[in-house]
């Protein structure tokens, strides 16, 4: 009686009694669906750490910020390591979703309402609950998850070792020969060249062009300054001392230093003043 009238609300959707199989199935399903909420989350915070962050794991001497410095040597490893274990975890959880409706549920008669369920509603929980939501987390709270999940992601990155390892190097196989494939064979000389037949007059703007290209071949002794032969000025300088320097030396930028020569402060820049 009680599966008739739910087949005349669901229109030709027969509810079955729930077995113990489906409950063990769906209990192990949110369970995946959980670290699958925590390896998202990691990605996002792992890569998200700035500078000031990153400086202070190097200061920490915790077990966990070594763990996450140790992680972040090799980012690569780490990405792959992520994603396997991410879409493994995602997987499972869409087979043990889909075990436990079709246990609980017959769409026999309605099939296009069991793929709407089994297809896209299983995919929106597994896209907000295990993608969006944690991801959001992890961007303001990067140090705190990649802490919690730095072992997760060390133990992942161990399971599934010959997999990240097959996957870095076939990228770095792929990228090195784009990068073969990419890359100039065009000599400085033949861009002179060339850049000459297309300019009809010297301008200004070809100029600027032949300075790019010969700009690879200047050595740092073509434009270095001698150290007798620099000009900078003393931090105790007075004003009116200063501008003479910056009128007869015509520099925009000249070195501070401070007692001695060798005891550089900073740039001044000609504007300011």
Not at 99 to 117: A, E, H, L, W
Not at 164 to 172: A, G, I, Q, W, Y
Not at 247 to 254: H, L, N, T, V
């Given at each position: 009686m009680e599966t008739d009238f739910l087949y005349s609300i669901f229109g030709g959707i027969v509810v079955h009694s729930i077995t113990l199989p489906a409950i063990v199935a769906f209990v192990i399903s949110l369970i995946l669906l959980s670290i699958s909420a925590l390896i998202s989350a990691s990605e996002v915070a792992f890569f998200s750490l700035d500078p000031q962050t990153m400086n202070e794991l190097e200061e920490s001497e915790t077990k966990k910020d070594k763990n996450i410095l140790r992680l972040l040597k090799a980012p690569q490893r780490l990405l792959a390591g992520i994603l396997i274990g991410n879409n493994f975890v995602n997987v499972a959880v869409i087979l043990l979703l889909t075990?436990?409706?079709?246990?609980?549920?017959?769409?026999?008669?309605?099939?296009?309402?069991?793929?709407?369920?089994q297809t896209i509603v299983i995919t929106f929980i597994l896209l907000l609950i295990g993608e969006?939501?944690?991801k959001v987390y992890a961007t303001q709270f990067s140090r705190k998850i990649a802490g919690a999940t730095s072992g997760m992601l060390s133990l992942l990155e161990k399971m599934f070792s010959p997999l990240?390892?097959?996957?870095?190097?076939?990228?770095?196989i792929v990228n090195n020969k784009l990068s073969k494939h990419n890359r100039s064979n065009i000599s400085m000389d033949e861009l002179s060249h060339a850049l000459e037949l297309t300019?009809?007059?010297?301008?200004?703007?070809t100029e600027i062009l032949e300075g790019i290209i010969k700009f690879g071949n200047i050595q740092v002794v073509d434009i270095m300054t001698s150290r007798v032969d620099m000009v900078d000025v003393d931090l105790k300088l007075n004003y009116r001392q200063l501008l003479d320097v910056i009128?007869?030396?015509?520099?925009?930028?000249?070195p501070v230093y401070s007692g001695t020569r060798d005891n550089i402060k900073g740039l001044l820049y000609s504007k300011d003043l």
């Open positions: 075990f436990t409706t079709t246990r609980i549920f017959d769409f026999t008669n309605s099939p296009v309402v069991g793929f709407v369920f969006i939501i944690p990240v390892s097959l996957l870095v190097n076939s990228t770095s300019s009809n007059s010297k301008d200004e703007d009128i007869k030396s015509g520099y925009s930028r000249i």
